[in-house]
């Protein structure tokens, strides 16, 4: 076999323009494939990152019901014994309290409907890097009387840090929540709309504003192993019982999910579209190698040499090509999807406000998950084999006087 395998080398170099040709359509079938999937698996990974990263978490702990209308009425009292509960679980990095409502955010004339969200400043530092977001003034202090403001809703208030603005709002079950507070910094988010609408405050404020003492409307969970999202969701709500509902970011951000699996599976067709033209623009190269090949095939039969070794000498050129132009185009794919995946392409006009409506940073990093250049160089090798089919039913059908009078 070792001999057969040193024939089909060079076999394939005596006509290097014909190696050349079918290696290259292999290598470019590797190349597109890498780059147009790599830059859609980034965008997806950079949805995701943003969604999780900068405010949900992975996983969120509420009250049974009040993911329903998100009603502050509807929270649970903070005991660490739950707290507790979570973290027990294996692979949970961290758990971070919160209390939100909406509020009238009021400066002089200027008055804008907001999200507040009272939390503890340390632990948010650690779950979503609050901190980095700050671009003016300092960050919350523990029991903090302050206040963080979003970069967009302090420029339409015209505020800036050392002023105060009044929230206005209806508390817990019903009173009359108010006061002024001082702007202790200025956020700047990614995500535009969390610039025009976010508040930050300590959870102890929070609570305090909002009549609501020792109460949360959500935990939110930070997870080390994405991919064992559904397990842990499963896990958690075998603990906490059905008086608390256990959501993951996808049943929190359906319009999210559904964008990635439309924009995936449209991309899955171009994808199979390429994979067509590719496969058959090898399958004619190797068409080629066959049928032009006929008196060679002929005498390397009537000298005594058996079809089935024949066979195996096109398979191991075959596989050979196919090697070939799967490692250079990944090496050629390498440094390009490296590059955007540190530099990614910055969308503008109704590309990245379609993004952003989705609370997503408009950008297109590039993927470089490992796994992801295996399985595309396992398809490109596939089709090559698939391309094998021809020459196979070539030779097991090749007429050796046909051949000898071509």
Excluded: C
Aim: charged letters at 20%; proline letters at 3%; glycine letters at 8%.
């Amino acid at each position: 076999m070792l001999t057969i395998f040193k024939i089909a080398w060079r076999n394939l170099w005596r006509n290097k323009r014909r190696t050349l040709i079918t290696t290259a359509s292999v290598f470019f079938a590797v190349l597109l494939a890498l780059v147009m999937r790599s830059m859609q698996l980034g965008s997806y990974d950079n949805m995701v990152k943003n969604a999780v990263s900068f405010y949900t978490g992975y996983i969120q702990v509420h009250k049974a019901g009040y993911w329903e209308d998100k009603s502050i009425n509807e929270t649970f009292e903070y005991t660490k014994s739950v707290e507790d509960e979570i973290k027990s679980e294996a692979g949970i990095s961290s758990v971070t309290p919160r209390l939100e409502s909406f509020a009238l955010a009021s400066s002089g004339n200027y008055t804008k409907g907001s999200a507040v969200i009272g939390t503890d400043p340390k632990k948010e530092a650690e779950f979503t890097q609050l901190n980095k977001n700050v671009t003016q003034g300092e960050y919350l202090k523990s029991r903090d009387k302050g206040i963080l403001v979003g970069s967009k809703l302090a420029e339409y208030l015209r505020i800036k840090v050392g002023d105060s603005i009044v929230l206005y709002s209806q508390g817990y079950h019903g009173i009359t929540a108010a006061g002024e507070y001082p702007v202790r910094g200025i956020l700047d988010f990614p995500n535009p709309e969390m610039n025009k609408q976010t508040i930050y405050m300590s959870l102890s404020e929070a609570q305090y504003l909002f009549g609501a003492p020792n109460m949360l409307t959500s935990l939110a969970i930070m997870i080390d192993d994405p991919a064992e999202l559904n397990e842990k969701v499963s896990d958690l709500k075998n603990k906490l019982g059905d008086q608390y509902e256990v959501m993951d970011w996808k049943e929190m951000m359906p319009e999210l999910m559904q964008e990635i699996q439309a924009d995936n599976a449209g991309g899955i067709v171009m994808l199979a579209i390429l994979y067509v033209i590719i496969f058959f623009g090898i399958l004619g190269t190797i068409m080629m190698m066959s049928m032009e090949r006929k008196k060679e095939f002929a005498v390397m039969i009537a000298v005594g040499m058996r079809k089935v070794k024949l066979i195996a000498m096109m398979f191991f050129e075959t596989i050979i090509i196919g090697l070939l132009g799967v490692i250079i185009g990944a090496i050629a794919g390498f440094p390009i999807n490296l590059y955007f995946h540190f530099n990614p392409i910055h969308l503008s006009g109704r590309a990245a406000e379609a993004m952003e409506q989705f609370n997503v940073e408009p950008i297109i990093p590039f993927s470089m998950d490992p796994a992801y250049f295996l399985n595309q160089g396992i398809v490109v090798v596939i089709m090559t084999l698939m391309a094998f089919i021809f020459p196979l039913v070539f030779l097991i059908r090749f007429n050796v006087i046909k051949g000898m009078r071509n």
